[in-house]
C-alpha cells in the first residue's frame, strides 16, 4: 500500500545538476525518515543522504557532501535530492526510501523501497 515514485533521472554531461523527486502515496510523508540511495552496475547500493522527520536533521555520505541537498515537503508528500557538480561516477540507479528514524545511511534502516530512476552522467 505504501509507495514510493521516483522522477527526475536523465542524462547530464559532467559538471551539470539534476533534480529527483519521490512522490510518497498510502502514508504521510511526515511519518517516517526518508532517504536515497544509488547503485551502480557491480557495486553495493550504498546511501547517499537521509532526512528525518521534520527536515531538520540531515546526513550524507562522504563522496557526495557538498554537491547534494536533500530535503522534503511533508504537505505534498514529496522527497527531493538536489544534485551538482555531477561528476561521472554519480551514474547509477537512484532509489528513494522510507526509512526508520533517525536518519541512517544503511539499507538495513529501510522500510520500503521506490522502484528506482536512472541518472547517466557523461563526461
Known amino acids: 500500500q505504501v509507495q514510493l515514485v521516483e522522477s527526475g533521472g536523465g542524462s547530464v554531461q559532467a559538471g551539470g545538476s539534476l533534480r529527483l523527486s519521490c512522490a510518497a502515496s498510502g502514508y504521510s510523508d511526515s511519518d517516517a525518515c526518508m532517504g536515497w540511495f544509488r547503485q551502480a552496475p557491480g557495486k553495493e547500493r550504498e546511501g547517499i543522504a537521509a532526512?528525518?522527520?521534520?527536515?531538520?536533521?540531515?546526513k550524507y555520505a562522504d563522496s557526495v557532501k557538498g554537491r547534494v541537498t536533500i530535503s522534503r515537503d511533508n504537505v505534498k508528500n514529496t522527497v527531493y535530492l538536489q544534485m551538482n557538480r555531477l561528476k561521472p561516477e554519480d551514474a547509477a540507479m537512484y532509489y528513494c526510501?522510507?526509512?526508520?528514524?533517525?536518519?541512517?545511511?544503511?539499507?538495513?534502516?529501510?522500510?520500503?523501497w521506490g522502484q528506482g530512476t536512472q541518472v547517466t552522467v557523461s563526461s
Open positions: 526510501a522510507r526509512m526508520f528514524c533517525p536518519p541512517i545511511l544503511s539499507p538495513r534502516a529501510v522500510h520500503t
Open positions: 532526512i528525518d522527520r521534520h527536515g531538520t536533521d540531515t
